[in-house]
């Protein structure tokens, strides 16, 4: 942005840049509202969609849950069951018969920032949710670079060259790793891992040195990039990018200019593929995610998520469905915001 | 979120995560085996079978069995709370767990079991009296339940999930609380102040995992010491590495497939009788199970006093089976399954997803396969667990279950099979009605006396077993795995770590 | 290598115009003859199982031959862990897939398509309640909602298979609102309506038909790849399709439960059957897209 | 000519940007007057031109006027009958009538469907039971109406030339048999040869047919050639419409003398425009019309006469003068 | 004359391939021009026929196979002359068969490095380009400034950014856009077609190369954009002294810039010559088809007696099957019995008729 400020200063006096600045009609000023203003507004309505579909996604949980037979406080009781007690424990738990009186109470919670406590082990949801959406980012988001750092020299090599034999093999290389059972997949990373490295792969927790844990998270890391099932939507999506973009009067004038056309081709073909790709991806990946916490003993919302579902723990569901709905928001969001200084033109759209 | 562990460390695996920690909301084994090391009862029981004093240094009794007086130890600290000084343990402490056990709000599955207690008070500082409604018998067995500080709970009156008492519990058992991970992996130091002794074992770890297969790696890489519950399919590789010891340890259950007497083609006791006849056990347990149990043909453990070893279980016996059916009416229909009056006998199974469901599939599967011989058509039916629980205990929509009761240390099966247990939510959830059974039960009740109780239990498990209202299977012999390294391991059957204060490690610094 | 047709000897020009394989690219025909090798292949499978013409019975357990290997006494393709054929479980197996699958698919594309043209084609309120929806169905990563579904009321492929369904019609939806909004750009709509044509018939032929069926065919094949990974998936949570019917998703879970012990046939059967079905599905709707739509390069 | 076939009556047409309280910029909601308030006549057997720069409104006209975009206000009268208030399915038989050539050359056509198909498709559409044959017969006769081979007919439509698939475009249109066609652009992207044929095929058939023509250029001297009058459209509005010839040799608003000089007089720089150096000759910008005459701002008359009030007066806008002249224009100061 | 050849293009090739129809397509099939030092040379042609696919195969940006199979590109720089089509041959390997390509085998990669090779001093230095619709061909992504200044910084002895700028704004003011200095942050969505097509002038001449190629400039801009292009064209050409090759297919736009034309018809060259001779129309020196298509002209001297336009009956050859003897011979009203069997089977030589003045037809050349 401060190259803006000193082209202004190059031909302006100070009084006559600050006079041109003042002026809202002068292309400066213009220039400058248009790149900022979408972006405020871009948050603001992505907020308010974020919002609305938290609203949505709450409704749509909670809707499930109550129409499910069973309910959650029988848990507790473990097998001494019977409906009357069932009534009291619900009724010492605070909890109406309506579904509209529940999910009203759950949604006042809410707006004071209360996500509840959970039912099976009455901690805050709130700070589980947290930490185990943190884990599961580090595990997804990692996953995700390996998923792109797979796809994308096949998808760079088959969409730029596109006459060579390996073409084929490649693609349907990528074709097959996203065709795998990933929990199968994890399995046999595990046996490889144990028994032709001779190591364990799993060391979360159990207090083995420092310098393990990066390669104890490589295995999962890996499993969960290579089998969540995308490498073949990337490999294709971002194949047909590169080959539009290319074939883009705009990447012909570069040519004709001398310049790079990957420079000119970045934005268009690299960069807005990949962010919408991530942004995209990432309810597949915290699905992936369920799997790969489960076999690898990792700590996070798959695990947290698979164990609230066997327990009717509805607290604790509805939190973990807010918060991957929120990644998901986030994501989009983050894609939104590089598509619109990535292109300007889309504040105009 | 990685604990360091020492060498003087014991990190042993659990399959799945434990809710709370307390004594009283817990209500898993996973939770139950904690509370094992971090808190005691007033009684204990050894390794025989014997009550043995715990935070009760004596007690008595009045004559009829209703006043039962405890004088408690007079050395025991609670576990100290961060930065503060150890609370002395004494009688507040018991009045006050009862109390908050007993209180409505207090949600938890002990309740039940604690109903014949009238009430308890406090004679002095180190002496409690608890009154009981009418004599039980074993009464002091019952009083093994753990003892939680009356400084503990937040709340002195009655005791949630949300109370902070139930994920740092303080207890005055022979470990104290260092940490719970966000993993919920559960880490135990020793209790330097235990009244019984600085326990050997410097650390328990409590490592939940999620995959069972991805548990038994753990082991055999190291990565944990101790398996508590070896899954059955692991048993052969386990036993062929001399690094690990595989301890049995008898499961206090026992499997069986329960009959809907409502359906009025079970209600034939000859029917029943053929279903059981017509599968082999032996077999079951040998190729599923590696061995691992007994088959027994009543609902007691086979070791315990209830047991009649003279009712052998009926061997495998095809053709028996079928001329059982044969003679209770039925006829080969045309396509080889039985009839009777033109309609073919076709069951439904229901059987609860569980967790590790895997052996619990082969048996249900088996049994459709060993029944398929005889003519007799099974629907197998997987259901989640809740919606099993209505199917079975609220609607009674099933011909068939696969389930197991543990097996209670006072051996009382009326709930079973009297019945007045006939009803929604009741466990008698087959329907069964025998005037005979009914009378027995009725009578084993009256009684106080040990010998008359066990005539008559002998005599309940012929008929039972006659009658054939469940078809007995077994109870297994659970195996715990651990490294060799682990001296001195004894294991309380239901418990698992009653005894774990005299554990050592060999090596361990 | 590129050659002049009009240069070739007449019999080969002949037999390439009577022969319109002849015209497609060799690749495509590669992956197009494996992929209906597949899909007939499955639906072969399909028959055999619902008229139980299997080598063995699938259910007939063999205690003593638990796991034996391939050929071992009679069985192909050897025994999973109760003794039970292997060969003749992945054939029934496929059938949990089958009609489930086509049901999933016929979800995905009917709703997606009507979401699709609803937004596409009207706009306006429409347009925002489609897009609220589909970006609904976005923020729920499927295996959650699934899992819920399954535990909440009964694991059972059909729920799988709708809620598989239901969550893939977005993303049909957003193609083709994307292609009407291209056509319309290029006036194409436009034209049509001014030629006097009956709104159903510019929707249904014009729109889906001719200039949406490759994405529909991209996407059904995609959809079945999709439900046979899920039910995996949920079989390893133990929510798929239940014993003591066959599917390869269960298959593969319990056979893994062996497979750290190093025996890995029993699942790495199954999960080869997956992954060549599923890339024989992915490739024939490669080959099917560049037939219709031209290969590029 | 009797009574107009056709009859446009102070025709508008808003687009309204609606941008919702959240969107960027500006106000909240901008409204472009594609076209804003414009009234004329055609009658049967004539051509009327429609000239003006990119976006002011040509392609709107034609489009309101065929209901492909719902217009604003005003009426459309074809034939007695005011069609603007027809709902689409009772104007669907009109569409019989009243067809359009697209500026598009590939809008017409289905990349996918054979011509074959898509002249099918166009008769039976309005001739519900024709015999396959007949449709055979006509299909054929279409085809060589335009000039083309008959073994086009089973090409697809990505199969052909730009001149040819404006042609089987044209077909298209004639398999409806239309008493009144918008041709917008018609041989935009042609080469003056295919050009040549195009016009010629569209005189011909005027001629066999008695068709109507809005016909929609850029190529002024095809407007010349082919048209009745010319209408020429500034910024939404018709600022001069008269008799093609008289419009092109003596043009009274400045804008037309623009215009025209720059076709004409290609070749003596001088001759350009005066004034056209000084003027802002940037983008017009229909979200900020001036006031008063819409031209004013790059008009060579208006800053000559050094900026007169008039052409400002927001209440004075300059109309179409004397409606019963044949030569009307726009303009406070219309040339010699 | 030959000291003042700038680019001399010989008998160039380009075929494309079609998968479904199996066969090449001859989009620029023998292609022969020449363009002088400071001169203009203009390119008329039915669309088609061959005019950007042959300014695209000399500047190597024929990206589809197999592309560029043949001929002679030479550019005469500064430093001397230079093969543009140097060392491709042999990574194609063309099978021939009675004078007819039956089938290419082309390293298509190698091929690609070696034209990177060729081109990297000539593109953007030597020779510009601008491309019709400017708006697609401009970066969207980025401002025209900031593709001006690129271009300067390549190309030019600049590498100061701050100068580079300065230069850049010069050229924008040079074409004319009113602010240059705001003008430069504005992307090209911003910009009108006609701003757009000045900034991608600015951006060809911002290097100062010696040729500037300028396909279809006019295009896509309405009649009053349109002449001021042509205008500015005109204007900086004679005032910087380049060379320029203008395509168009409007006639006169050519004959406004022009001092060669060069005609094209179905991938060839059919005349090239000084703008008078061929515009000529009463000459009886020109193509046939040069005479046909100044007549199909819509002027009111075109017209016919019933209000038709003259027009070429007739089609264009297909571009796949190219007949063997004149491509215009189907077409022409000038056949006649004395030379029709040569027309029909001999591909008439392109041969000079006059000084500088080369035609492609039996008729002239007898
Ligand atoms: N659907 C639309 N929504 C909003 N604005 C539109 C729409 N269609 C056209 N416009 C605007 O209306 C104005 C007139 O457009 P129109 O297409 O009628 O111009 P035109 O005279 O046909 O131009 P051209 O010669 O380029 O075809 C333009 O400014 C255009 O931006
Ligand atoms: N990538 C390609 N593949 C196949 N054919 C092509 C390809 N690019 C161009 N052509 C064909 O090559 C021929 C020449 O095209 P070219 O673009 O040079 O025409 P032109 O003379 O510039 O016409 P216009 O005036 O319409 O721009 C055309 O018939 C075109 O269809
Ligand atoms: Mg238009
Ligand atoms: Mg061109």
Redesign the interface.
């Known amino acids: 942005m401060n190259t803006h400020q000193q082209t202004g200063d190059t031909w302006l006096s100070p009084v006559q840049s600050l006079a041109h600045k003042l002026n809202l009609d002068s292309p400066w000023v213009k220039h400058k509202l248009d790149f900022v203003m979408p972006m405020g507004v871009t948050i603001i309505r992505e907020l308010l969609l974020a919002l609305a579909l938290l609203f949505g996604v709450s409704l749509v949980v909670f809707t499930i849950l109550y129409a499910a037979p069973g309910d959650s406080f029988s848990l507790l009781l473990s097998g001494e069951r019977s409906a009357s007690a069932t009534e009291e424990v619900a009724q010492s738990l605070g909890f109406s018969n309506s579904w509209f009186g529940q999910y009203s109470t759950w949604l006042i919670n809410i707006l004071h920032g209360d996500l509840g406590t959970s039912i099976r082990t009455g901690q805050s949801v709130f700070e589980n949710v947290v930490s185990a959406t943190i884990n599961t980012l580090n595990l997804t988001l990692a996953a995700m670079l390996v998923t792109l750092i797979i796809a994308y020299p096949i998808a760079i090599y088959t969409s730029v060259r596109s006459a060579t034999p390996l073409n084929g093999p490649l693609t349907i290389f990528a074709y097959v790793i996203s065709a795998l059972p990933l929990f199968w997949l994890a399995y046999i990373g595990i046996f490889v891992s144990t028994n032709v490295f001779d190591y364990f792969p799993l060391g979360i927790g159990l207090g083995v040195e420092d310098d393990m844990e990066i390669m104890q998270f490589l295995l999962p890391v890996l499993i969960l990039g290579i089998g969540s099932g995308t490498v073949s939507e990337v490999v294709r999506f971002l194949k047909l990018e590169i080959s539009r973009v290319l074939e883009e009067e705009y990447i012909r004038t570069a040519k004709a200019k001398g310049a790079s056309i990957w420079r000119h081709g970045f934005k268009e073909g690299l960069l807005l593929p990949t962010s919408q790709i991530i942004s995209s991806k990432i309810p597949f990946f915290l699905g992936g995610a369920i799997i790969v916490e489960q076999v690898f003993n990792w700590p996070g919302m798959g695990r947290m998520a698979w164990q609230a579902a066997q327990d009717r723990d509805f607290p604790v569901i509805m939190g973990i469905a807010l918060a991957a709905a929120i990644l998901v928001r986030l994501g989009s969001l983050v894609h939104r915001m590089i598509y619109i200084i990535v292109n300007p033109r889309a504040s105009h759209e | 979120s990685a604990a360091k562990r020492d060498s003087g460390s014991l990190a042993y695996g659990e399959y799945g995560r434990p809710a709370t920690l307390d004594p009283i909301t817990s209500n898993d084994m996973i939770s139950l085996r904690i509370t094992e090391l971090l808190f005691n009862g007033l009684v204990g029981i050894n390794e025989k079978q014997e009550i043995v004093p715990e935070l009760a240094a004596s007690w008595s009794s009045d004559e009829e069995g209703k006043y039962y007086t405890f004088k408690l130890r007079q050395d025991v600290k609670w576990h100290p709370k961060e930065g503060k000084e150890a609370e002395v343990f004494d009688a507040d402490d018991v009045v006050a767990t009862y109390k908050i056990m007993m209180h409505a709000k207090t949600i938890t599955p002990l309740k039940v079991r604690y109903e014949f207690i009238e009430s308890v008070k406090k004679i002095d500082n180190y002496t409690v009296e608890f009154t009981l409604k009418r004599p039980v018998l074993n009464a002091l067995a019952k009083f093994t339940f753990k003892i939680i500080p009356k400084h503990g709970p937040a709340n002195p009156v009655y005791l949630n999930r949300e109370d902070p008492f139930v994920q740092y519990p303080i207890g005055t058992g022979p470990f104290r609380l260092k940490e719970v991970t966000a993993d919920r992996e559960v880490i135990m130091e020793a209790n330097p102040d235990y009244f019984k002794g600085k326990p050997k074992v410097k650390e328990f770890i409590a490592k939940p995992f999620a995959d069972q297969n991805i548990m038994n790696q753990a082991l055999t890489f190291n990565a944990i010491d101790m398996i508590v519950l070896v899954n059955p399919r692991h048993i052969p590789e386990l036993q062929g590495d001399k690094r690990f010891i595989l301890q049995p340890y008898n499961a206090l259950s026992y499997s069986f497939f329960g009959y809907n007497v409502r359906n009025p083609l079970l209600a034939d006791k000859r029917v029943r009788r053929a279903l059981t006849l017509a599968i082999n056990r032996e077999e079951m347990l040998s190729s599923f199970f590696n061995g691992q149990g007994t088959v027994i043909s009543g609902p007691f453990a086979p070791g315990s006093w209830a047991y009649n070893l003279d009712v052998k279980p009926e061997p495998y016996d095809k053709s028996r089976a079928v001329e059982l059916l044969k003679e209770a009416g039925f006829v080969e229909g045309a396509n080889g399954m039985m009839e009777k009056d033109g309609q073919a006998l076709n069951l439904s199974l229901k059987v609860p997803i569980a967790k590790e469901s895997e052996a619990i599939k082969r048996v249900v599967l088996a049994f459709k396969g060993y029944l398929k011989k005889v003519g007799v058509q099974v629907e197998v039916q997987f259901m989640e667990w809740q919606a099993w629980k209505e199917a079975v205990f609220e609607q009674h929509q099933f011909d068939v279950v696969f389930a197991s009761w543990v097996f209670d240390d006072s051996a009382d099966i009326s709930s079973l099979f009297h019945s007045a247990e006939v009803g929604a939510w009741k466990n008698n959830f087959g329907g069964y009605e025998n005037e005979k059974v009914d009378s027995l039960i009725v009578e084993s009740k009256l009684t106080l006396d040990h010998e008359k109780r066990r005539t008559i239990y002998r005599k309940l498990h012929a008929v039972l077993a006659d009658e054939a209202p469940y078809t007995f299977l077994w109870t297994l012999t659970n195996y715990s795995a651990y490294h060799n390294k682990l001296r001195k391991v004894a294991i309380h059957p239901y418990k698992f770590f009653s005894f774990a204060d005299s554990w050592f490690i060999s090596g361990g610094k | 290598m590129y050659t002049e047709f009009s240069q070739l000897p007449i019999e080969k020009r002949q037999d390439i115009e009577k022969h319109w394989w002849k015209k497609i690219h060799r690749m495509d025909l590669l992956y197009l003859c494996y992929g209906i090798t597949i899909v007939s292949l499955v639906v072969i499978s399909y028959f055999l199982g619902a008229f139980n013409l299997l080598p063995f019975d699938p259910e007939e357990m063999d205690l003593d031959n638990m796991m034996v290997g391939i050929g071992a006494e009679g069985h192909i393709l050897g025994t999973d862990f109760m003794g039970r054929d292997l060969l003749s479980r992945m054939i029934l197996g496929i059938q949990a897939y089958f009609l489930p699958g086509l049901l999933a698919i016929v979800i995905a594309l009917s709703f997606g398509s009507f979401l699709g043209v609803l937004s596409g084609f009207y706009g306006g309120r429409i347009d925002t309640g489609v897009t609220y929806f589909n970006n609904l169905v976005d923020s729920f990563p499927r295996l959650v909602l699934i899992l819920l579904v399954v535990a909440a009321f009964k694991p059972d492929i059909y729920y799988i298979m709708i809620i598989v369904g239901l969550t893939n019609a977005p993303v049909v939806a957003a193609l083709i609102k994307n292609k009407i909004q291209f056509l319309k750009q290029k006036n194409f709509i436009e034209s049509s309506i001014a030629m006097g044509l009956p709104t159903h018939l510019i929707i249904f032929k014009h729109i889906l038909w001719y200039n949406c069926r490759s994405i529909l065919i991209i996407q059904a094949t995609l959809g079945m790849g999709e439900a046979i990974l899920m039910e995996t998936s949920l079989s390893y949570l133990g929510f798929g399709v239940q014993e003591p019917t066959p599917s390869w998703g269960n298959m593969v879970q319990a056979g893994s439960n062996y497979l750290m012990q190093g025996n890995f046939w029993p699942s790495t059967a199954p999960a080869l059957a997956i992954m060549f079905t599923i890339l024989g599905f992915y490739l024939l709707g490669d080959a099917l897209n560049h037939i219709l739509e031209g290969r590029k390069s | 000519m009797a009574f107009p076939l056709l009859k446009v009556s102070n025709l508008k047409k808003h687009y309204s940007h609606k941008k919702g309280i959240l969107q960027a910029n500006k106000q909240s909601d901008s409204i472009i007057p594609a076209v804003d308030d414009i009234s004329f006549d055609l009658g049967v057997n004539e051509t009327l031109g429609l000239v003006g720069e990119s976006g002011c409104g040509k392609t709107t006209t034609g489009k309101s006027i065929l209901k492909l975009t719902s217009s604003s206000s005003g009426s459309i009268v074809y034939k007695n009958t005011d069609i603007t208030l027809l709902n689409e399915k009772d104007f669907r038989p009109y569409r019989k009538d009243m067809q359009m050539i697209f500026q598009d050359l590939d809008a017409a056509l289905n990349p996918k469907v054979r011509i074959r198909d898509v002249l099918r498709e166009a008769i039976t559409v309005h001739h519900k039971n024709m015999s396959a044959g007949e449709i055979k017969d006509k299909t054929e006769h279409l085809i060589s109406l335009v000039n083309l081979k008959k073994s086009k007919l089973d090409n697809r439509s990505s199969e052909l030339s730009g001149g040819e698939k404006r042609r089987v475009g044209i077909a298209r249109v004639l398999a409806v048999e239309p008493k009144f066609i918008v041709a917008d652009e018609p041989t935009s992207a042609l080469d003056v040869s295919i050009q040549a044929q195009v016009v010629n095929l569209m005189r011909d058939l005027q001629n066999e047919f008695k068709l109507s023509y809005l016909f929609i250029s850029h190529d002024l001297q095809l407007v010349e050639i082919l048209s009745h009058r010319v209408a020429v459209m500034y910024l939404g509005r018709i600022v001069e419409m008269g008799p093609s010839m008289e419009v092109a040799n003596r043009p009274l608003h400045p804008y037309t003398a623009i215009l025209w000089s720059s076709l004409h007089d290609g070749n003596q720089k001088e001759a350009q425009t005066a004034g056209s150096q000084e003027a802002n000759w940037g983008v017009f910008d229909f979200e900020r019309p001036s006031t008063g005459c819409r031209f004013a701002p790059r008009c060579p008359v208006y800053l000559k006469k050094g900026k007169p009030s008039a052409c400002t007066d927001p209440e004075n806008e300059p109309l179409l003068n004397n409606t019963t002249q044949e030569h009307q224009v726009a303009c406070h100061f219309p040339l010699g | 004359m030959n000291t003042a050849e700038h680019l001399k293009i010989e008998d160039l090739h380009t075929y494309f ?1 079609s ?6 397509i001859h989009s620029v099939n023998g292609v022969s021009l020449t363009v002088n030092k400071g001169e203009t040379l203009g390119i008329v ?4 026929s061959g005019k950007s696919i042959s300014m ?1 195969s000399t ?1 190597g ?1 024929i ?1 589809a ?2 592309g560029v199979l043949q001929g002679e590109v030479t550019l005469h720089t500064k430093q001397g002359s230079e093969s543009l089509l140097k060392g491709l041959d042999q990574f194609v390997k063309i099978d021939i ?1 009675d004078k ?7 390293d ?2 190698a091929w690609n490095k070696q034209v990177e090779n060729n ?2 001093h ?4 030597e020779i ?2 601008i ?1 019709q ?1 400017p708006k ?7 401002t025209i400034g900031k593709q001006i200044v ?2 300067v910084l ?2 030019t002895e600049l590498r100061n950014k ?1 100068e580079a ?2 230069k850049a ?1 010069y050229w924008l003011e040079r074409v004319k856009i ?2 240059p ?7 090209p ?1 911003g ?5 757009c097509q000045r900034a991608m002038v600015a ?1 060809a001449l911002s ?1 100062e190369p010696s040729l500037l190629i300028a396909d279809e400039p006019t ?1 896509g ?8 292009i042509i ?1 500015l064209l005109a204007e900086l050409q004679q005032e910087l002294g380049i060379t320029m090759v203008l395509i168009s ?1 409007d ?2 736009v050519i ?2 810039l022009s001092d060669n034309i060069a005609v094209m018809y179905s991938g060839t060259v059919m005349e090239q010559g000084p703008a008078k001779a061929v515009l000529d129309v009463n000459s009886d020196k020109t193509h046939p088809y040069t005479q ?2 100044l007549s ?5 001297h075109n ?1 016919l007696a019933n ?6 009956d007739g ?2 050859p297909d571009t ?2 190219i007949p063997a003897g004149c491509r215009f011979y189907a077409r022409c009203k000038m056949k006649h019995s004395g030379i029709e069997k040569q027309c029909h089977h001999e591909n008439p030589p392109f041969q000079e008729i006059s000084p500088g003045h080369r035609v492609r037809c039996w008729l002239r050349i007898n």
């Open positions: 391939y998968n479904v129809k199996r066969a090449f042609g039915e669309s088609g695209l500047m940006l990206n196979a197999p068969q007819r390509i039956i089938s290419v085998k082309k298509l990669n081109m990297k000539i593109r953007g230095k510009s380009m491309f619709n697609a061909a401009m970066n969207p992504y980025e690129e271009m390549l190309h701050h700028k300065e704004v009113d602010s200095q705001w003008r430069f942050d504005n992307h969505f910009l009108s077609g006609g701003m951006m290097s295009t801009l309405d009649a009053t954009i349109q002449s001021k205008d297919h006639i006169s004959s406004r046909a298509l199909s002209v819509p002027e009111e017209l209000g038709h336009l003259k027009s070429i089609e264009v796949i099957d």
